[in-house]
C-alpha cells in the first residue's frame, strides 16, 4: 500500500509543486494586504517577500522538473531558496524586537550566508541545500512560530486561535523544511532525508510541506480579516467573514482536487499516446536493425548452400577452387559485407574476401567465435560485436556447409558493419541507443555518450565490458536497468530529467535497442492542467476578494454618510468651508499640527502641496462672482475625487486650497500635483473657456516636504514659495522647494 501510495504521489509531483508554490504566494499577497501602515509594515512586507520568493522556488522546481534541470538553473533554485529562508529570518529578527525581545543586528545574516556559499564551492549544491535548510530555515521558521505565538495576546478571542494555528503549523513547517533535508553525504542528512521519508511514510515531503503553508496563509488571512472586522465594528461583515472563509476553503479544496484530476487525466492521455509512439517507433527501429541483418543473413545461407563451395562427393571441406573464390567474392559484393570467409571444420580459412578497398583476412582464431561454434554445430548464427577502434557495430552472420550426406564440414561467415545504418540513424528525431547483452551503448545518436552503461554494473562486469570495449565511461544513464517499458531519469543535455524509455530485444544473444522520450514532452499535457487551475483559482479569489471589497466599502460609505450627519449635528460646519464643502483653514492647521507631530515620532514621510487658481480675478472681472464661486465648487469637486481618503485637501483661503498627504515624500506628492494639474487643465466649468476670456481653467502648485527641523510656518513657507516661483515662471505648472540637509536653508 505505502508503495503503491509512494509511486502515485511520485508522478504528480509536478502538481504538488504548484500547490506548493501556489500557498506561499497568497501567503506573500495576503502579507501584503495586511500590512497597511505603522511601525510594524516592515515586518509585514518581509514576510510577504519570503513567501514571494518561496513560492517562486517552488515553481521553479516545477519548471527543472517539466524541461531539465541544469547545473546553472540548480544553482539560481538554491541560492533563492537560500534568500527566502534569509527573508523569514529577518522577519521572525523584526518581530522580536517589536515584543521587546532581544534580537541581533541584521548583519547576522552575512555569516550565515557565507557559510552555504563555502559549502556550495567545497561539496556541493545538495550540501549547501541541506546547511542552507538547518542553519537558516530551521531557526527561521522557529522564530517565526515564537512570533505568532507571542503575537497571539493582542489579538482577540477568534483571531487569536489563528495565530497559534499559524505558530504552530510554522514550528511543523521547521522539522518538514528545515530538517527534512535532500540525501547530502554527512549526518543527519544521510539519516533523516527526503528520500528515506516517502521510504516511511509513501508520502513526498514536498506534499506535507504545501499543506502546511495552505495552513499558515489561512490562519494569516483570518487574523487580517477578523483585525479588520474589528476595525469596521460591523456584526454584518464579521458574519459574511466567516461564511466567506468556509467558502473559500470549501471553494479552493475543490478547485485544487478538480485540477489534480484533470492534470492526471490530461497527463493519462498524453502518456498513452507517448507510449503508443514510443512503441511505433520502437517497431520501425527494430525492423530496419532486423532488415539490415537479415538480407545478410540470407546471402549467407545462400553462400554456405552453393554448388561450388560445398565439398565434391570424396570432399570433407568446403570447396577451396576458383569457382568458390568467385562466389564468395560475389556474395560479399551483394550484400554488402566487408569481408566474407569459408572455414574449414577446425576453423581454418578455406578462402576469404573483402569488399573494395579492404584487405581480406588471412588468420584468425575463429574457431572459439560464438558464429562459428554455432554454425559447425548445424544452427545457422547471428550475433554483433564492438569495434572500439571504429566506434561501430559489426553484424556476423554465419551458416553451416554441409557434404552430399548433410553432415557439416565447414562454415560460411560474412560480416558488415553497420556504418551506413548508423548515419542514417542520426536524423531519427528521438534519442535511440543500440544496448549489448550487458546494455553498454554501443550505437546511438548520441554520439557524447558511446561507449557507456546504460544501467549500473558490477565492479565484475564492468572489468569484463572494459576487456572488450577498452576504458569507458562508467557513469551510468539510469539508476536501474530497464524491463520492457520504463518511466525513469535519464540524463540529458541540461542534467538529468524524467523520460519514457522503451526496449526490445533483437536477437538470441541479448543485444536490444530502446528508445527514450524526454519528460518535458510528457509533461506537457500535465502543464496545461496546472495553467487551467491556476487561472480557476485566481479567477475565484479575485470574485471574492471583490465580493469582499464591495461589503466592506458599503459599510464604509454607510458609517461615512453616518459620521457625516452627526457631524453636521454637531457643527460640522466649523470645520467645512460652506463653499466648497472642503475642509477649512481651522480643520487644516489642526491637522497640519497632527500630522507633524505624526511624522516626528514614526519618521513617515510628510508632504504639502498649494495650490491656486490662475487669473482668478480675471474669472470673476469678465463673468462675476457666482462664476468665480462656481468655478471653486468645481474645482473643490474633481480634487476631492483624485485625492486618497488619508489626504487632507483644504481651501487654503479666496482662490487657494492645500493639500496635505501623511505616507507621502516629496517625489510621490510632485508627481500627485503633476497629476491634478494635468486634470484642472482639462476641467470644463459652465461660463468659462478660452472663447469668452481668453483662457481656462489652471492651477500653479507648489510642493514640499517635511523635515524633523520645520516648524509649521517653515513647513508652509517653502511651500509658499514653490507656488510663488510656480507663478514666476509661467502658471500652470509644478514647483518643488526642498530644504537642503548640507546648509539647513533651501534647495
Request: proline fraction near 3%.
Amino acid at each position: 500500500m505505502r508503495e503503491t501510495l509512494s509511486a502515485f504521489l511520485d508522478a504528480q509531483l509536478d502538481f504538488i509543486f504548484f500547490f506548493y508554490g501556489l500557498a506561499f504566494l497568497l501567503l506573500g499577497a495576503i502579507c501584503f494586504a495586511a500590512a497597511g501602515e505603522g511601525p510594524r509594515r516592515a515586518g509585514w512586507v518581509t514576510l510577504a517577500f519570503f513567501g514571494y520568493a518561496h513560492g517562486a522556488v517552488e515553481w521553479l522546481d516545477l519548471l527543472a522538473l517539466v524541461i531539465g534541470d541544469g547545473v546553472a538553473f540548480a544553482l539560481a533554485r538554491k541560492a533563492l531558496m537560500t534568500g527566502s529562508y534569509l527573508l523569514l529570518l529577518e522577519f521572525a529578527r523584526m518581530e522580536a524586537g517589536a515584543f521587546g525581545a532581544g534580537k541581533p543586528g541584521r548583519w547576522i545574516h552575512i555569516p550565515l550566508a557565507l557559510v552555504v556559499a563555502v559549502v556550495a564551492a567545497g561539496a556541493g549544491l545538495a550540501s549547501a541545500s541541506a546547511v542552507a535548510r538547518y542553519i537558516i530555515g530551521f531557526p527561521a521558521a522557529l522564530g517565526a512560530a515564537l512570533v505568532f505565538a507571542g503575537g497571539a495576546r493582542t489579538l482577540t478571542a477568534a483571531a487569536r486561535r489563528y495565530a497559534y494555528l499559524a505558530a504552530a503549523a510554522f514550528a511543523l513547517y521547521a522539522f518538514c523544511a528545515g530538517l527534512v533535508v535532500a540525501p547530502a553525504p554527512f549526518w543527519p542528512a544521510n539519516v533523516l532525508d527526503s528520500r528515506r521519508f516517502v521510504e516511511a511514510t509513501g508520502v513526498p515531503i514536498q506534499l506535507l510541506r504545501g499543506l502546511l503553508a495552505c495552513v499558515i496563509a489561512f490562519s494569516v488571512w483570518s487574523i487580517r480579516q477578523h483585525q479588520l472586522a474589528l476595525e469596521l465594528s460591523s456584526r454584518r461583515f464579521a458574519t459574511y467573514l466567516r461564511r466567506q472563509f468556509v467558502w473559500t476553503v470549501a471553494a479552493m479544496m475543490a478547485i485544487l482536487l478538480c485540477g489534480w484530476g484533470l492534470t492526471d487525466f490530461l497527463g493519462a492521455i498524453y502518456q498513452r499516446n507517448i507510449q503508443a509512439e514510443t512503441r511505433s517507433d520502437l517497431d520501425l527501429l527494430a525492423s530496419r536493425f532486423v532488415g539490415e541483418t537479415a538480407a545478410l543473413a540470407g546471402m549467407t545461407a545462400t553462400l554456405a548452400g552453393s554448388p561450388s563451395v560445398r565439398p565434391g562427393p570424396e570432399g570433407d571441406a568446403p570447396q577451396a577452387s576458383e569457382a568458390a573464390r568467385i562466389t564468395l567474392r560475389l556474395h560479399v559484393e551483394a550484400s554488402g559485407a566487408e569481408t566474407g570467409l569459408l572455414l574449414d571444420a577446425s576453423g581454418r580459412i578455406v578462402a576469404a574476401a573483402a569488399a573494395a578497398g579492404e584487405a581480406a583476412p588471412s588468420e584468425g582464431d575463429y574457431a572459439s567465435k560464438r558464429p562459428f561454434r554455432e554454425a559447425i554445430g548445424g544452427v545457422a548464427s547471428r550475433c554483433m560485436t564492438y569495434d572500439p577502434a571504429d566506434r561501430s557495430v559489426v553484424f556476423h552472420a554465419s551458416a553451416p556447409i554441409r557434404d552430399a550426406g548433410g553432415g557439416v564440414v565447414g562454415v560460411a561467415m560474412l560480416a558488415k558493419p553497420l556504418v551506413a545504418l548508423q548515419a542514417d540513424l542520426r536524423r531519427f528525431d528521438r534519442r535511440y541507443f543500440l544496448l549489448d547483452a550487458d546494455g553498454v551503448v554501443t550505437m546511438t545518436n548520441r554520439d557524447a555518450i558511446m561507449p557507456r552503461p546504460m544501467w549500473p554494473l558490477s565492479p565484475d562486469r564492468l572489468r569484463e565490458v572494459e576487456r572488450r570495449y577498452g576504458l569507458l565511461d562508467d557513469r551510468p544513464l539510469l539508476e536501474r536497468e530497464l524491463g520492457e517499458s520504463n518511466w525513469v531519469a535519464l540524463e540529458g543535455e541540461q542534467g538529468y530529467e524524467q523520460g519514457y524509455v522503451r526496449r526490445r530485444f533483437i536477437d538470441t544473444e541479448g543485444w536490444s535497442v530502446a528508445i527514450a522520450t524526454p519528460t518535458r514532452e510528457l509533461f506537457a499535457s500535465r502543464v496545461l492542467g496546472i495553467v487551467v487551475t491556476l487561472l480557476v483559482t485566481m479567477m475565484t479569489l479575485i470574485y471574492l476578494i471583490g465580493q469582499e471589497r464591495r461589503l466592506q466599502d458599503g459599510i464604509q460609505m454607510e458609517k461615512r454618510l453616518r459620521l457625516q450627519e452627526l457631524a453636521r449635528d454637531l457643527g460640522q460646519q466649523a470645520v467645512t468651508d460652506r463653499l466648497t464643502g472642503l475642509f477649512n483653514r481651522l480643520k487644516f492647521d489642526q491637522a497640519l499640527a497632527s500630522e507633524m507631530l505624526r511624522a516626528q515620532r514614526y519618521g513617515a514621510p510628510l508632504s504639502l502641496v498649494l495650490f491656486d487658481v490662475d487669473n482668478f480675478k480675471s474669472i470673476n472681472d469678465a463673468h462675476g462672482h457666482q462664476i468665480g464661486d462656481r468655478t471653486l465648487v468645481r474645482l473643490a469637486e474633481a480634487m476631492a475625487g483624485l485625492v486618497r481618503g488619508t489626504d487632507i485637501l483644504a481651501r487654503w483661503g479666496g482662490e487657494e486650497f492645500a493639500l496635505l498627504t501623511p505616507g507621502v515624500d516629496g517625489a510621490a506628492a510632485l508627481k500627485a500635483a503633476e497629476k491634478l494639474r494635468a486634470s484642472i487643465e482639462t476641467l470644463d466649468v459652465d461660463g468659462v473657456d478660452g472663447t469668452t476670456c481668453g483662457f481656462g481653467i489652471t492651477c500653479s502648485f507648489g510642493v514640499t516636504q517635511f523635515s524633523d527641523e520645520d516648524r509649521a510656518e517653515d513647513f508652509v513657507g517653502r511651500a509658499d514659495e514653490a507656488l510663488y516661483l510656480a507663478k514666476l515662471r509661467g502658471r500652470n505648472r509644478v514647483e518643488m522647494v526642498t530644504r537642503s540637509p548640507a546648509a539647513g536653508g533651501l534647495a
